[in-house]
């Protein structure tokens, strides 16, 4: 029997509820340089939907930097077939639930959840001889999305986060009640898809992959404000909520391809430690970027209580920073004396080193693979994560 539970977090490789605050962004020099140079439109009007490439490298901008669309110009035919199915998944019987959902799926996003199924799916689909991509490959990828958006939609409201993709959230159009039930709507369409694949093991792993997201709500909303909170839980609350889906996709992509049980473990592997470093990445960027640019407003997890990477290294170096945080910015001028402290100690280049390692055990993992175009890509996109630090 697979484990398909967490693996240990290795330490040496990098350990919900409350108030909403939202407080002017305190950026340093370096800080207001970040994000730009790697700042490119990923909506799927970038995505172009001719047929699939032969020898197609991920290509750089006039400035250097990792062009995402050309990354994903490989399986481009993939994601447009399934931009043109999600619809047809939801369903058309309740107008208000369907409404809900089309806003999210229509607010833009690289569709990098399922671009990632397609391109394993089609790197191991090389080694197993198949000429085609299956029909489970497909819906694989379409249960992936929906997951996901799902818990895009739970996550607003549990966060009143007003902001999504630089769009309203759900809940904010429809209401908290619509917002909640659409979510649940989307996790029972991908739940019903998922039993229709008909393969236990990869029906076992995206389960999983649902129980993980709650888990990761419920550790995070026990934990706001928690000075003590380590860098293991960290790692671990951020495999629930985040590294769960993109390694159980990975590894499951592998199954339906019918490679060995090793490759479909080394993909699972590379899910889990490309999630985790798009996870740190995504908190640093929460302190360095605007919310113009994040499309949410800035500095929100640490407004809510919610310790991340870099707090969490800043508070090994700054004393101060745990009184303040410990009050719950209640003082006037403590928040953004906080970003500072976290700018100052070294917080933020401790976390872009452990997002550094991760990604770095990522692209290793990869060389179980043979050379393809599609290969490229899956390491161009732990380079362009990376790049979004730079």
Not at 26 to 47: E, K
Not at 237 to 261: E, H, M, N, P, R
Not at 302 to 322: D, M, Q, Y
Not at 357 to 386: H, M, R, T, W
């Amino acid at each position: 029997m697979l484990s398909l539970t967490c693996p240990s977090v290795d330490l040496s490789q990098s350990g919900c509820l409350g108030r909403q605050r939202v407080r002017p962004l305190w950026r340093s020099r370096a800080a207001r340089s970040v994000g730009a140079r790697c700042m490119v439109s990923t909506t799927q009007d970038d995505v172009r939907s001719g047929g699939v490439a032969t020898s197609v490298k991920p290509a750089v901008s006039s400035s250097g930097s990792i062009q995402v669309s050309s990354l994903l110009e490989v399986v481009s035919a993939d994601i447009k077939r399934l931009n043109e199915n999600l619809k047809a998944l939801i369903g058309a019987e309740n107008p208000v639930l369907v409404s809900a959902a089309e806003q999210i799926f229509g607010a833009g996003g690289k569709r990098l959840r399922p671009a990632l199924v397609f391109l394993v799916s089609r790197a191991t689909a090389q080694i197993a001889g198949l000429k085609e991509l299956t029909v489970q490959h497909r819906r694989l990828a379409e249960i992936i999305e929906m997951i996901h958006t799902a818990s895009l939609i739970h996550d607003d409201v549990i966060d009143d986060s007003g902001i999504r993709r630089g769009k309203e959230t759900v809940h904010q159009i429809f209401g908290t009640r619509v917002a909640v039930l659409a979510g649940d709507f989307m996790f029972a369409q991908s739940s019903w898809y998922l039993a229709n694949l008909e393969n236990i093991e990869v029906i076992k792993l995206i389960s999983q992959v649902i129980k993980d997201f709650a888990s990761g709500e419920i550790k995070q909303a026990s934990s706001l404000f928690n000075c003590d909170a380590t860098l293991e839980d960290y790692l671990l609350k951020s495999y629930y909520k985040t590294a769960s889906l993109v390694a159980a996709s990975s590894k499951s992509a592998s199954i339906f391809s019918g490679v060995d049980i090793a490759i479909c473990e080394r993909m699972y592997e590379y899910g889990k430690n490309l999630g985790l470093s798009f996870q740190i990445v995504d908190d640093i960027l929460d302190f360095t970027q605007s919310t113009e640019q994040l499309g949410k407003p800035a500095c929100s997890d640490l407004s809510k209580g919610n310790l991340t990477a870099p707090v969490i290294f800043a508070l090994e170096k700054e004393p101060k920073l745990r009184k303040i945080i410990d009050s719950e910015f209640n003082e006037h001028g403590s928040f953004d004396a906080a970003i500072e402290l976290i700018h100052q100690s070294g917080g933020l280049r401790k976390a872009q080193e452990l997002a550094k390692q991760k990604a770095e055990v990522a692209i290793e993992i990869l060389k179980c693979l043979p050379e393809s175009e599609f290969k490229n890509s899956l390491d161009g996109i732990v380079k362009y994560n990376l790049e979004r630090i730079d």
